[in-house]
């Protein structure tokens, strides 16, 4: 069974990191490229960033600049550094392979309040 499990969120103030991490099962790591999302209140999900699995990365432009995205394909993790942290980044932020791939279900997710 394919498990996703988010990690690393918290309360942290504009300005401040958090790195999060997520922990993939063997099977889909090593096929997929692995994305980033999140989901603030109210709105929809939300792509963040992706890297393949041989390290290319791409980010959305509200990110660009700030976070970081990376695979340890030995430990079948991938994390995301968070820097300049903003209140809009406020949200429940979830891994996925990238292109989502909709038999996979969603893991419980982290959240990362960003507030003064």
């Known amino acids: 069974q394919v498990q996703l499990v988010e990690s690393g969120g918290g309360l942290v103030q504009p300005g401040e990191s958090l790195r999060l991490s997520c922990a993939a099962s063997g099977s889909i790591f090593s096929i997929y490229a692995m994305g980033w999302y999140r989901q603030a209140p109210g709105k929809q999900r939300e792509w963040v960033a992706r890297v393949t699995r041989g390290g290319s990365t791409n980010y959305a432009d509200s990110v660009k600049g700030r976070f970081t995205i990376s695979r340890d394909n030995a430990k079948n993790t991938v994390y995301l550094q968070m820097n300049s942290l903003k209140p809009e980044d406020t949200a429940v932020y979830f891994c996925?392979?990238?292109?989502?791939?909709?038999?996979?279900?969603w893991g419980q997710g982290t959240q990362v309040t960003v507030s003064s």
């Open positions: 996925n392979p990238y292109p989502r791939v909709l038999t996979i279900d």
